[in-house]
């Protein structure tokens, strides 16, 4: 099961960082993502780590977020800096699958973290 942690307040221009956990191993093996679902938004992805270590974002979050992985703790991260009010979201972590350019999530959702980012 997936486990983000790690939202909260934070006043505009603040930095947070999420983890995600995971039974076994599969965080370790597999592509990982952050996805975020803001009120009355479709959820979106947000930062994407294939396997091998290389890392997309889209452009709303580039050079803000950075994805990454401790093997040894078989734990993800999302370490975000200079948040905006428009981060404001629930932020959820899954396993990823490629079907050529496009990232899908490959579990099913669990819980995720409440991040508000305040003016």
């Known amino acids: 099961q997936l486990q983000a942690s790690g939202g909260g307040l934070v006043q505009a221009g603040g930095s947070l960082r999420l983890s995600c956990t995971a039974s076994?191993?599969?965080?370790?093996?597999?592509?990982v993502g952050w996805y975020r679902q803001a009120a009355g938004k479709q959820r979106e992805l947000v930062a994407a780590?294939?396997?091998?270590?290389?890392?997309n974002y889209p452009d709303s979050v580039k050079g803000r977020f950075t994805v990454s992985r401790d093997n040894a703790k078989n734990t993800v991260y999302l370490q975000m800096n200079s948040l905006r009010p428009e981060d404001t979201a629930v932020y959820y972590c899954?396993?990823?699958?490629?079907?050529?350019?496009?990232?899908?999530?490959?579990?099913?959702w669990g819980q995720g973290t409440l991040v508000t980012v305040s003016s």
């Open positions: 899954n396993v990823l699958k490629s079907y050529g350019t496009t990232w899908n999530p490959l579990l099913r």
């Open positions: 076994g191993t599969i965080l370790i093996f597999n592509a």
């Open positions: 780590m294939s396997s091998g270590g290389n890392t």
